[in-house]
């Protein structure tokens, strides 16, 4: 099999309700939908999401190294040949979101022409995941009504709220208001993506402990290393390395410096490939992985689940899976269900995530 061409076709899709977190907000999923096809007729398909305040990729970005630098020196390799794939996309550093979705539409193509799930060749642990949901800035009170609603309609037990806030006393209030209104058996953990100090980030744990949260990811920017270094040492629960850690080589920089003691997997970023490099270093070190939502749609979203549920490591937390239910819309064929706080992998050839071409074409930007 042979790769004949590469699309890197760029949609955008409204959100019904804007993501905002201390890094950035999310109003439209401005993706660019990677297709690789072959000359047996195959097309491997994934999403990439372009998050330019956290990599620096943007739509354009993405387009463009595909179809200019990567399609033209890809295009007659095998797409079983990963290595060489991956051997031609490290020769251009970064562009980790472009790197991950040709490499996800490379698995899904294996999946197909072997008429195989991915979950199953890429470990095949067990076919579902337990649902974690995001909380962006908001009221408290909003927080605490949208976080009812999400248990009382998909089940979800489990939240993440983005946090990161000055005064600090507005992300603080909103953890008490949560932990208050869920009660002791909800799962509740912080994300700040980088908006304190590490010494405002002691401050929040010391004026939130009592109230059971069980992680805080990237509370201060990693490369603030000494201060970082401290509060990983002096925190009573796990730091999360997210955005300093998209590469395994960077997750072996952050966990042997001491920036981070757990880490947050992102297929998006880390396609499935460099994703299972990460977590074989992280589960070799005993280190505590979650799978985390780059913001993603049902197609994205799919490739967490089908990466997360193949392995133990990553199936012990929840995963990050449903920011695509505050999209308008969607491009996958067949919904995403949340059914008892779990959502499935898809037992198809590849990765699952077939297209609805109409929407495609209804969404596409050229
Ligand atoms: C997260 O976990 O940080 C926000 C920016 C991004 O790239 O991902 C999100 C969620
Ligand atoms: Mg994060």
Redesign the pocket.
């Known amino acids: 099999m042979k790769i004949l061409r590469i699309e890197a076709i760029p949609y955008s899709i409204p959100y019904t309700h804007p ?1 905002k ?1 201390a ?2 907000e ?1 109003t439209d999923a401005e993706h660019v939908l990677v297709r690789i096809h072959t000359d047996e007729g195959l097309i491997g398909e994934a999403d990439a ?1 372009p ?1 330019p ?3 620096g990729e943007t739509q354009d970005s993405i387009v463009s190294i595909i179809e200019k630098v990567f399609a033209p020196q890809l295009i007659g390799l095998d797409p079983f040949d990963r290595g060489k794939v991956h051997e031609v996309m490290a020769r251009t550093i970064h562009n980790q979101v472009a790197k991950g979705a040709v490499d996800i539409a490379l698995w899904d193509l294996l999946g197909k022409s072997l008429a195989t799930p991915v979950h199953k060749l890429l470990g095949g642990y067990t076919d579902s995941m337990r649902v974690s949901h ?1 909380l962006g800035f908001r009221p408290a009170q909003e927080l605490l009504d949208e976080a009812l609603r999400f248990g009382e309609e998909y089940g979800i037990t489990t939240f ?1 709220l ?1 946090v990161g806030r000055r005064p600090l006393s507005l992300d603080i209030e909103a953890c008490h208001v949560l932990r208050a209104g869920l009660g002791d058996d909800v799962e509740l953990y912080l ?1 700040a ?1 980088r908006g304190w100090s590490a010494n405002e980030a002691m401050e929040v744990l010391r004026r939130t402990e009592g109230l059971g949260l069980t992680a805080l ?2 509370p201060c920017d990693a490369k603030e290393a000494m201060s970082r270094r401290r509060l990983v040492e002096k925190s009573p629960i796990p730091i999360v390395g ?2 300093s850690v998209p590469t395994a080589g960077d997750v072996s920089r952050e966990l042997l410096s001491g920036g981070s003691n757990a880490i ?1 997997i ?1 297929t ?2 880390s396609g499935f490939t460099e994703a299972t490099e990460i977590l074989g270093l992280c589960t070799g070190l005993g280190v505590d992985v979650t799978m ?4 993603d749609t049902q197609v994205g979203s799919l490739a967490t689940v089908t990466f997360g549920a193949a392995h133990e490591a990553t199936t012990r937390r929840a995963g ?1 899976l449903s ?1 695509f239910l505050d999209m308008a819309d969607d491009l996958l064929a067949e919904p995403i269900r949340i059914n008892g706080g779990r959502i499935s992998v898809r037992n198809v050839p590849g990765v699952g995530a077939a297209i609805d071409e109409d929407k495609l074409a209804r969404y596409r930007s050229n």
């Not at 985390?292 to 913001?295: A, H, M, V």
Request: include cysteine; charged fraction near 40%.
């Open positions: 993501l977190f890094s950035g999310v999401p998050r305040y956290t990599y995001m993440k983005k994300d993506n990811e990237e997210d955005e947050c992102k998006a970023r985390g939502n780059q913001i990050e920011n």
